[in-house]
Every structure is written in C-alpha cells, then in structure tokens.
C-alpha cells in the first residue's frame, strides 16, 4: 500500500500562484494530478510517466500548470501560475502501479490506484 499525502493548497486571489507537494511512501509508475469541484467530476489535470518523465496537460490548465517530480525524494509536484477563480476546487494526486497504455489510458481516473487525501484551492476575483 502507497500513501500519498499532499500539502500546499490554500486561498489565492486571482492571478497568483501556488504549488502543491503530494510525498509517496513507496514505488509508483505514473503519477498526476485531478481536482474536484463542488457538483463536478473529477477532472485530470497533469500526468507524469516515472520511467521518462513525460508530461501530459488538460486543455484547461496547459500553460499555467506545470507537473514535475523529485525522484530523490519521491515527491510529485504541481506550480499553478495564473490561477482563475475557476480552479477553486480540491486537488488530488494520484498514483498507479502500472504504466498503461496510451494517453486516453493515463488520463483516466481509473488508471491510478492510489489517492492522496486532497488539499484545498480556493481562488478569489
């Protein structure tokens, strides 16, 4: 079993930024970040491949969030620039102990087999 525990969310005005940390306890492949809003599904937002470190973007955030990890300390990370109100949400990362196949395979929620407890974002006007 893998714990994930994320850290880093808070209140931001619009226009700024923050950075979210998720720490793993043990091995995973790849590794990304969703964010749940109230009423709304869970949206995948970033994608990282452990092997490669390949990385993959919503539409929604391309460009104002960046995905990155450090392997040393097995630590997955999310910069958010440019935050809109809109990205309120509670973000989440994820882990999976296979790679998959294919991009429609890792963007999917079903993909990850580990969760970490969320942090909330909160964006003001």
């Known amino acids: 079993e893998v714990r994930l525990t994320e850290s880093g969310g808070g209140s931001v005005q619009a226009g700024g930024s923050l950075r979210l940390s998720c720490a793993a306890s043990?091995?995973?492949?790849?590794r990304a970040w969703f964010r749940q809003a109230p009423e709304k599904g869970r949206e995948g937002l970033a994608f990282?491949?452990?092997?490669?470190?390949?990385?993959t973007y919503a539409d929604s955030v391309k460009g104002r969030f960046t995905i990155s990890q450090d392997n040393a300390k097995n630590t997955l990370y999310l910069q958010m620039n440019s935050l809109k109100p809109e990205d309120t949400a509670m973000y989440y990362c994820?882990?999976?102990?296979?790679?998959?196949?294919?991009?429609?395979?890792?963007?999917?929620?079903?993909?990850?087999?580990?969760w970490g407890q969320g942090t909330q974002v909160t964006v003001s006007s």
């Open positions: 994820a882990a999976s102990i296979t790679y998959g196949s294919g991009d429609y395979c890792i963007r999917s929620q079903y993909h990850y087999n580990y």
């Open positions: 990282i491949g452990q092997l490669r470190g390949t990385t």
């Open positions: 043990g091995n995973t492949k790849n």
